[in-house]
């Protein structure tokens, strides 16, 4: 792995941490700010020698869902992907490295599915060339 994307949480000593001891890239994903404020317009906008502005505050919006982060859909259809496996939908492992194996088996199970798919597609494909 070359670059890490982190929420907010690791906006500390956790990312100097993986920086250091693991070497990675760590790239924080932020949602984007909201506008404050804006700057209004004031005068006769047709002779603008009269025209003067002023920041003016918008109102907060009330506490909403502001969309997905970027990147984080990646993580959370991981995610998803191994809790569909039996052993892996609940924590039964006690050592940490058993656990990591656990994840990267069914990492390993998941993309040879995927890839034997990828190859009888293209199989068929084949055989449909060769029909024709």
Known sequence: MKKVWVDQGYTGKGREWIKEQMGWEVEIVRHSWPARGEWVPHGDLSDLSTVWFTYERIKPEPKKFRGVLPRRWVVERTFAWIGRYRRMS??????????????????????????????????????????A
């Open 90 to 131: 609940k924590d039964y492992e006690y050592l940490t490295s058993s656990s990591e194996s656990m994840v990267c088996l069914t990492m390993i199970r998941l993309m040879l599915r995927r890839l034997a798919k990828g190859a009888q597609v293209a199989r068929e494909k084949g055989r449909v060339r060769q029909a």
